[in-house]
């Protein structure tokens, strides 16, 4: 079964940055494809950046210079770097695994960006 688990969100002034931690279980990340998404209220939720099993990454435009994603291989963890934070990225992150037609979700964690 796969488990993961987002931490590290939290209240942050614009241009503040984050660092989101997911830790997997029942996979071991460097030989997987996986991504962080995140939905704003009211809004669907959007792909932000995902890190292949080839080691490859890819960003959402609305992100790309300000968030890094990167993992761990020895801790089985992925992180988002998030910089330069503005009011728009407000939302919860989720990270997610996918093969095929099965995916997994973690529970998501709250990022709220404001003075």
């Known amino acids: 079964q796969v488990q993961l688990v987002e931490s590290g969100g939290g209240l942050v002034q614009p241009g503040g940055s984050l660092r989101l931690s997911c830790a997997a279980s029942?996979?071991?990340?460097?030989?997987?494809?996986l991504g962080w998404y995140r939905q704003a209220p009211g809004k669907e939720r959007e792909l932000v950046a995902t890190?292949?099993?080839?080691?490859?990454?890819t960003y959402a435009d609305s992100v790309k210079g300000r968030f890094t994603i990167s993992r761990d291989n020895a801790k089985n963890i992925v992180y988002l770097q998030m910089a330069s934070l503005k009011p728009e990225d407000t939302a919860v992150y989720y990270c997610?695994?996918?093969?095929?037609?099965?995916?997994?979700w973690g529970q998501g964690t709250q990022v709220t960006v404001s003075s």
């Open positions: 890190f292949t099993s080839r080691g490859s990454t």
């Open positions: 029942g996979i071991i990340v460097s030989l997987n494809d």
């Open positions: 997610n695994w996918r093969v095929g037609t099965l995916q997994s």
